[in-house]
C-alpha cells in the first residue's frame, strides 16, 4: 500500500520510520515547505500527491486547520483515506469529513488525533458494537500532566516548572494549546462524536490549568486529592454533555497516580463496565504508531463509519457537581474551604465557569477544580 | 451467525443475556447437563451441537480441562471456530488447538481467558503487527486483588477476608486456584504465547499470596510499598521467561491503586511504547462480552493466527531482582528486613522460589514478595 505523508514534522518522521520496518506498506511521496525537500520522495507540491492514482492513504500530520482541512478534502474528494493526527482539523470539520468520506467511497481514521499511541478511538468504536458508551473522561494532554506531576514531585511551582516542560520539548513555545484545556477540548468533542454518535458541540465549558500554584496542589493534598485535567462526557436519557476542567481527585484513583507525561482515559458500558487505557498520549513513535496501525487497519479492509445521526440533545446541565474556586473574589453561594479558597456545592460545569470568569474579572489568578 | 454454548454457568448466561441484544447473533443450541435442561435451546448431547451445520461458531464455557478439551477438538475438527474464556485448557492444549483450527480452517479465539472484558489478547496481537512486545505484566487475578485491597482497607487479615469473598462469589469454595497463583500461571502461559509467538514453558516458577498476613501489608506499606499478585514475562535476545509472584510495588504507581477486583495489564513495545489496560477481569457480563467481541471479530472475518515457531529459548535466569521473605527459617544470604522479614539481593525468580521452598519447609507461614 502506497502512502503519502503530509508534514513532516515530529509525527510525519515517525510515522516514516515505523513504515520502513512494516511489510506491505510504503511512504511514496512526503509533502513539506519548498526549503525542506531534501530527499527524492519529498515535493512542496500536493497536486502531485492528490494527483497520483498510485497513493492510496494520505498521512495528514501538519496541525493546524488550513492547509490541512483544504488537504483532506481534497485527498478524501480524490477517493483516497485519509489518517490523520491532527485533532483541531477533525475536532472543527469531523462532519464535513466523514460527509466526504461516504460520498467518495473512502475512509477517514482518527485513531492518532487522541491519546497518541493509545487504542482509545478504535476501542470506543469496539465496545459501541455491544455496548451504549454512557460516560468517558480522561487525562488526554500530556503536556499538562508532565506539569502538575513536576510540580508535585519538585515542589516548584508553574512557571519554572512550564519552563522547563519547553526546555523538555513536551510544550509548545505558545503553551496556550496545552495549558488553557484547547487541545483537550478538541479531543473531548472527538472522543464525544464517536462515543456518543453524535456530532459533539464546539461550544463547551472548558477551563485550563494555567493558573494553579503550588499552595492550590498543597491545599487539596491536605484533603487526599490531586488535580488533574480531565475531559468528560455523558449520555442520560436523550441528551448528553461535555466539558474539560481541573478536577481535585482522590490520590488512592489510577488517575491521581498517572505519571509525567501519560494518558488515561476511561468509558463505561453497560455490560462490559469500566475499561481505562493508559500510555503515551504524544510524541513522535507512539502518535506514529496510532497512524500506521489505522493503515493497517484500512489494509486489512476495516472501515470506520462515524454516524452522526443519534438524536441526543446537547444538555450541559447534566455536568453538575461540588467546586472549588480559590480566589480573592468570594463567589456566590461560596463558603469557605481551606486557605483562600471558597466551595460552592451543587453546580453544573456551566455555573462554575460563569462563577470563574466572574471571579476572574477581578482576580485574574483564580483557580478552580471540581471535586471528584 | 448462529452459536452454541458449552456451559450454562456465570459466564453462558452472560454470553446469552449479551447476544439477545446483538443483531445478527443468535444462540441457537445450549449445552449443559441433563438435569440442567430447561428450555428448547438446550442439550446434554454434544453430538447435537458438533453435527449441526448451522452452527458456525461454538462458545465453550465450562472451564476444567475435560469435557472442554475433548469438545474443542471436536468442533475445531468439524470446521467450527471456537470461542473459549477457559483459561486451564488453553494453557494446557494451546498448541494442538491452534494446530487443529488450521487445519480444519477454523478459528480459535481467546479473549475471554485473560482479564475477563479488557481487550488484552487482542490488543498483544495488534501491539505485534508493528512493534515485538519485550515485555507484559500485570494483575490478572481479580479473587487476589479484591482480598488484598479489603485487607488494607479493613485492616482485617487473610483468613476473615478471604471468607468474605467467598460470600459475595469472588472467590470459589476452593480458593487454591486463586490463591496459589494457578490461575494467574494460566493466563501468564497464553500472555507469553501470543506476546512472544512460542509455545510458553508450563514448568514456570509460580508463589501465590495464601500466606500474606496485615503484618507483612503493613510491613511494606512502611516503606511506601503494596503488595500485588503479579504475572509477567519478557523477552531478550533469543529468549524468554516468564513468572508469577508477589511483587511490592511503589504505592504511587498504578497498579498499587488497582481497587476491588479489578484487573491491569501492561504491555511494552518498542516504538508504542508502555500500554496500559483496566477492567473488569471477570463476572458474567464483562466476559460475556470479551466472548461476544469475538464473535463479532470473527463475523468481521477476523482470524487470529497464533504462531508459535519463534525460535526462543526458555531462560528463566532472565527474571531477577531483590526478594524479600517473612519466615521464622532466615533464608540463605538473607539479611534483616524489618520484623522477622529478610531481604536476599540479587536472585532469580526461580532461586526465590527455591528459598521459598526451603522456608517454607519448617515455617509453613512463610511470605515472599519480590520489591519491584
Known amino acids: 500500500m502506497k502512502i503519502a505523508i503530509l508534514g513532516f514534522g515530529t509525527v510525519g518522521r515517525g510515522v516514516d520510520e515505523i513504515v520502513a520496518h512494516v511489510e506491505g506498506l510504503e511512504v511514496t511521496r512526503i509533502l513539506d515547505l519548498p526549503d525542506r525537500c531534501c530527499e527524492p520522495r519529498m515535493t512542496s507540491d500536493y497536486a502531485q500527491i492528490v494527483n497520483d492514482p498510485a497513493i492510496e492513504v494520505v498521512l495528514e500530520c501538519m496541525g493546524g486547520l488550513e492547509p490541512a482541512h483544504t488537504f483532506i478534502m481534497q485527498a478524501l474528494e480524490a477517493g483516497k483515506s485519509v489518517v490523520t493526527s491532527n485533532k483541531a482539523v477533525v475536532a472543527a470539520f469531523f462532519d464535513e469529513f466523514v460527509r466526504a468520506a461516504e460520498a467518495h467511497d473512502a475512509a477517514l481514521l482518527i485513531e492518532a488525533t487522541c491519546g497518541g499511541g493509545i487504542p482509545w478511538i478504535a476501542s470506543i468504536e469496539k ?40 526546555e523538555l520539548g513536551y510544550a509548545e513555545a505558545d503553551p496556550s494549546a496545552d495549558i488553557d484545556g484547547i487541545d483537550v477540548k478538541n479531543k473531548t ?37 490531586v488535580v488533574k485535567l480531565l475531559g468528560h462526557g455523558l449520555v442520560q436519557d436523550d441528551a448528553y454533555a461535555v466539558a474539560v476542567e481541573p478536577v481535585a481527585l482522590p490520590a488512592t484513583s489510577l488517575e491521581a497516580n498517572v505519571p509525567a507525561n501519560f494518558n488515561l482515559v476511561t468509558l463505561e458500558g453497560a455490560t462490559v463496565g469500566e475499561l481505562k487505557f493508559y500510555g503515551q498520549g504524544a510524541g513522535s513513535l507512539p502518535t506514529g504508531n496510532a497512524m500506521v496501525q489505522d493503515v493497517l487497519d484500512l489494509a486489512a479492509g476495516r472501515r470506520p463509519c462515524y454516524d452522526f445521526s443519534r438524536a441526543l440533545a446537547y444538555r450541559p446541565e447534566l455536568l453538575a457537581g461540588d467546586y472549588v474556586f480559590r480566589t480573592t473574589a468570594t463567589p456566590q453561594g461560596g463558603r469557605a474551604f481551606g486557605d483562600g479558597a471558597w466551595l460552592v456545592e451543587g453546580i453544573t460545569a456551566e455555573q462554575a465557569r460563569v462563577l470563574f470568569d466572574a471571579a476572574c474579572a477581578s482576580d485574574p489568578t483564580t483557580f478552580m477544580a471540581r471535586l471528584a
Chains 1, 2 share one sequence.
Not at 459501541?128 to 514531585?153: E, W
Not at 464525544?192 to 493558573?211: D, H, N, Q, Y
Open 189 to 225: 468533542i472527538i472522543s464525544a462524536s464517536v462515543a456518543f454518535g453524535v456530532a459533539c458541540t464546539k461550544e463547551l465549558p472548558v477551563t485550563g490549568i494555567r493558573t494553579i500554584t503550588k499552595s492550590d496542589m498543597e491545599l487539596f493534598a491536605q484533603q487526599g486529592r
Open 127 to 166: 465496545a459501541r458494537r455491544i455496548d451504549a458508551v454512557t460516560h468517558f473522561s480522561g487525562i488526554l494532554n500530556g503536556t499538562t500532566n508532565y506539569i502538575i506531576d513536576a510540580m508535585s514531585k519538585s515542589g516548584a511551582d508553574f512557571a519554572p516548572t512550564l519552563a522547563k516542560a519547553q
